[in-house]
C-alpha cells in the first residue's frame, strides 16, 4: 500500500499550486483534449510530512489500453470511446481507421459492449443523472452534431438540426440537456429531441458550459468571461473574467474556477457563487480536468508545470486546502476527471505515442481512507 505525497497548506486561505481541457474545453472539465505524450511508467511519490489525512492511500493505478474512458455509468462499469473494428475503415492519409464508437466497459469482468454504433465517429458522451440516457455528438474534427441515446432501448435522437463545438453540453435535468451552435446560442433540448434557444449570447465562443442547481454556467468571448443563467427566472449575470473552466460543486454551493493569472500562469481557486474568492488550491502553467469528488469533500485534477514536484495528478481537500501529489507522470488528460459513484476511483484518460502512433489509455486510479 503506497501512501499519498503531499503537501500541506494551511488553512482554507493558503497559496497552493495547479492547469486547462479538451473536455474540459474542454474538458476541460468536461475538458480537454491535449497532444500525445511518449508512455512512460508512472511514478508514484511517497508521503513524507505528517498529516491529518496521512491516512489517505493511493491502492493502485490499472491501465486500460486503446480505450478513451469518460465517465461512470455505475461503480464496476465506464462508458468509454474506442475504435469499432468491425465497421468500414477509411483511408486518412494513407493509414486506415475505424470509427470511434461508444462503449461499456465492465471493470470487473472486463468485457465491452457495444452502446452506439456507427459508420462516424462519436463522441463526448455525458449521462443524464438518472443513468437512463447518454448525450453525445457525431463528430467532424472540433464540430458536431448533437443525439440524445436513450441507453434501455437503444434509440438515439437527434437534439435539433444545428451543429456545434464537441465537448461543451451538460444535463439540466434527466429530460432535458443544454449545449451551444454555432451561433453562439445556449441551446435546451428535451429527450424527443425538440429545441429551445436559452440565451443569445452574441459570441461565437461559447465554452466551458456546466450546470448546478437549474443554473447554466457558460464562458464567453477572449477575455474568459463567466456568465451565469437561471433556468426558472430567466435572468443572465456575469460572475467574473479571465476565467477557463468553471466546475460547480456538487451541492450547488461554490465553484471551482481555472483563472488565467498572467499568460503562462494559471490558478485553482474556489468561489462562493458570486465568484468571490475563498481560498487558492493550486497553480501551474495550465490545469486540466478538474472534478469534484461526489460529497464535495475533494478535487481531483491535474498540473503541468516545469517543477516536477509540481506536477502530475493531484488532489485537494476542499475545507483545508491541502493538496495531494498521487503522480508526477499525469499532467496531460484528454478530459475531465471523473470520481466513481463511491468516491474511491479516479477515471483518467490520456493520449500516448506508440510506436509512431497516437492511441489513449485509460486509468482507474484506486485510493483509500
Known amino acids: 500500500m503506497i501512501n499519498w505525497r503531499k503537501a500541506a497548506f494551511g488553512a482554507l486561505g493558503a497559496a497552493v499550486l495547479l492547469t486547462t481541457v479538451a473536455c474540459g474545453n474542454t474538458t476541460e472539465p468536461s475538458g480537454n483534449t491535449q497532444g500525445a505524450k511518449p508512455a512512460t511508467d508512472i511514478t508514484v511519490k511517497d508521503n513524507t510530512n505528517t498529516s491529518v489525512y496521512q491516512n489517505f492511500k493511493l491502492e493502485k493505478i490499472d491501465k486500460l489500453s486503446n480505450m478513451r474512458g469518460i465517465a461512470w455509468l455505475n461503480g464496476d462499469s465506464i462508458v468509454t470511446d474506442k475504435e469499432n473494428t468491425s465497421m468500414k475503415p477509411v483511408s486518412v492519409e494513407g493509414e486506415e481507421r475505424y470509427p470511434h464508437n461508444l462503449y461499456m466497459y465492465d471493470l470487473t469482468k472486463g468485457t465491452d459492449t457495444l452502446l452506439k454504433e456507427s459508420e462516424v465517429n462519436l463522441g463526448a458522451p455525458q449521462i ?104 426558472k427566472t430567466g435572468e443572465v449575470r456575469q460572475v467574473l473574467k479571465s476565467v477557463e473552466w468553471v466546475i460547480p460543486s456538487n451541492d450547488g454551493t461554490r465553484l471551482a474556477i481555472v483563472k488565467r493569472t498572467a499568460d503562462t500562469k494559471r490558478a485553482l481557486v474556489l468561489t462562493d457563487l458570486e465568484g468571490n474568492e475563498k481560498a487558492t488550491l493550486a497553480r501551474g502553467t495550465q490545469i486540466f480536468g478538474t472534478s469534484w469528488s461526489g460529497d464535495d469533500s475533494k478535487i481531483a485534477y491535474t498540473i503541468q508545470s516545469d517543477n516536477n514536484n509540481e506536477k502530475g495528478l493531484f488532489v485537494s481537500n476542499t475545507e483545508s486546502a491541502e493538496q495531494f501529489q498521487l503522480s508526477a507522470d499525469m499532467d496531460e488528460v484528454a478530459d475531465a476527471l471523473a470520481w466513481s459513484p463511491q468516491g474511491n476511483k479516479i477515471l483518467l484518460s490520456q493520449s500516448v505515442m506508440e510506436n509512431e502512433k497516437v492511441h489513449f489509455v485509460t486509468s482507474i486510479i484506486t485510493i483509500s481512507e
Do not use: C
Open 128 to 231: 443524464s443523472p438518472d443513468g437512463q440516457h447518454l448525450f453525445y455528438w457525431e463528430t467532424e474534427e472540433t464540430t458536431g452534431w448533437p443525439f440524445i441515446l436513450n441507453l434501455q432501448s437503444g434509440e438515439a435522437i437527434a437534439a435539433g438540426k444545428q451543429d456545434g463545438f464537441i465537448q461543451e453540453g451538460a444535463w439540466l435535468d434527466n429530460e432535458h440537456v443544454v449545449f451551444s451552435n454555432m451561433k453562439g446560442e445556449l441551446v435546451s433540448a428535451a429527450l424527443d429531441g425538440t429545441t429551445k434557444v436559452l440565451v443569445e449570447t452574441g459570441n461565437f465562443n461559447v465554452r466551458s458550459i456546466k450546470v448546478s442547481n437549474n443554473v447554466i454556467y457558460y464562458i464567453t468571448g477572449e477575455d474568459g468571461q463567466l456568465n451565469a443563467y437561471d433556468a
